[in-house]
């Protein structure tokens, strides 16, 4: 949402949300200890796997949150935890092949066509509605 109606991170939200496979996430795993070096930190909150970048001079956590998305009826979509929604999904044409976005000073991959998930999962997406970060630093 923030990086197609933003253009960057949503100014009261304190996580970027991604979706990858499950192979991706495997394979992201068996990485912490070089993740670690770079001072990442693998959590498991709220139902989902995290990533907390440790700024070890401001305290500052912000969140990489990940969602394992897979094809299953000719969708992609969360398969696991208290995030699986029956309206969010990627149809093959919508997520691939990726696109990319402008996401503050650098640049992201993303949905080919994301308006079709942003419609099903938000209604109004392009109306800014303040909420609240569901994490705690």
Not at 22 to 42: P, Q
Not at 47 to 69: A, G, Q, S
Not at 97 to 112: A, C, D, R, V, W
């Amino acid at each position: 949402l923030g990086a197609v109606r933003n253009k960057d991170m949503i100014c009261f939200d304190d996580d970027l949300d991604v979706g990858i496979t499950r192979n991706d996430y495997n394979r992201l795993i068996n990485n912490e200890n070089t993740a670690n070096k770079f001072g990442l930190k693998y959590t498991y909150e709220d139902d989902i796997p995290r990533v907390k970048l440790i700024n070890f001079n401001t305290n500052i956590e912000p969140y990489l949150d990940i969602f394992i998305m897979e094809n299953k009826d000719g969708k992609f979509k969360i398969t696991e935890g208290k995030w699986v929604k029956e309206k969010g999904y990627f149809t093959p044409e919508e997520l691939y092949p990726l696109k990319e976005y402008k996401f503050g000073t650098f640049n992201i991959k993303g949905p080919n066509i994301p308006i079709p998930f942003l419609e099903r999962e938000y209604g109004d997406w392009e109306i800014e509605k303040k909420s609240h970060s569901h994490h705690t630093f």
